[in-house]
Every structure is written in structure tokens, then in C-alpha cells.
């Protein structure tokens, strides 16, 4: 699963995504990569960013929030569902 964000015109020195089973255990965590993005005569420019998400249960609830770990300042904390394994039926 693969989450992404944008950053304007900040950028983030140790951009990652943290997540986990529970809100108050955010265990896992996936550093990000970036692209940068500059509109030109309307001077909106920054950084998209995209980081996967790795050893997921199928079918599960999880939560995560984006940020940089070198300045600590990270998003609110957002939730999912994963997907089913492809041989697991939704009904």
C-alpha cells in the first residue's frame, strides 16, 4: 500500500510514513522518496512524496501519519483498510 503527500515550499530532510494496528502504536515505518514539482508563473513549487507501506494483513485496519522524523512534525493520524489477500472473499 503506498501513501503519498505533498509538501509546499517546505521540504522534509527524513521523510517518512509511520503505521501500525493500533493509533497509539504506530511500529512500522517506510522512509520516503520524492519528486518536485514547480507550476512556474504561479510560483507554486514543492515536493510530492511516496512511501510504501510493507507486511500488511489482509483485510485489516491500520494507521498511519506522514512526516519527517528530523524536525518531528508529522500529520494527523488517518486510517485504512487493507485489501483482501486475492483468494480471501469480501462477503
Known amino acids: 500500500m503506498q501513501v ?3 509538501s ?3 521540504s522534509y530532510s527524513n ?3 509511520m503505521y501500525g ?3 497509539t502504536k504506530l511500529n512500522q515505518m ?3 522518496t520524492f519528486t518536485t514539482y514547480n507550476v512556474g508563473h504561479l510560483g507554486f513549487h514543492g515536493k510530492i512524496y511516496r512511501a ?3 507486511n500488511l494483513n489482509p483485510y485489516s485496519k491500520y494507521y498511519y501519519k506522514v512526516g519527517d522524523l528530523q524536525t ?3 500529520s494527523d493520524i488517518k486510517h ?3 485489501p483482501p489477500s486475492r483468494n480471501q472473499s469480501l462477503s
Open 21 to 23: 494496528a493500533s493509533r
Open 52 to 54: 510504501t507501506m510493507k
Open 80 to 82: 485504512f483498510k487493507s
Open 30 to 32: 517506510s522512509h520516503a
Open 15 to 17: 521523510p517518512v510514513v
Open 4 to 6: 503519498m503527500w505533498v
Open 72 to 74: 518531528n512534525t508529522f
Open 8 to 10: 509546499t515550499p517546505e
